[in-house]
């Protein structure tokens, strides 16, 4: 088992821009899938993104598509979500979670690993 770290969280202010990283420290994510999960106080879990263990799949959430990035670089063991045109609506605590496949998955019953998350506070 492995812990995933999340950082890059923070507050921006509307149209603003994060760049959130997840790594593994001392393990290797490159043959697991990655999804970036997000709880906004009150709601439920929303699946934003996933990325396939090589990268060469991507899925998006349609309340972020168009806005937010998904990429990992295998290389330095993290994977990035790049968030652009934040709103208000964007608050929320942003997990990673990791799944042992190479699909890409923003099912979060179906992941394996998770870390334990960075706030994003989206404010004038």
């Known amino acids: 088992q492995f812990q995933l770290v999340e950082s890059g969280g923070g507050l921006v202010q509307p149209g603003g821009s994060l760049r959130l990283s997840c790594a593994a420290p001392g393990f290797t994510l490159d043959s697991y899938a990655i999804g970036w999960f997000r709880q906004a106080p009150g709601k439920g879990s929303e699946g934003v993104s996933c990325?396939?263990?090589?990268?060469?799949?991507?899925d998006y959430a349609d309340s972020v598509k168009g806005r937010f990035t998904i990429s990992r670089d295998n290389a330095k063991n993290t994977v990035y979500l790049q968030m652009n045109s934040l709103k208000p609506e964007d608050r929320a605590v942003y997990y990673c979670a990791a799944v042992d496949s190479h699909f890409c998955s923003r099912d979060l019953y179906g992941m394996d690993y998770w870390g334990k998350g960075t706030l994003v506070t989206v404010s004038t």
């Open positions: 990325i396939s263990s090589d990268g060469d799949s991507t």
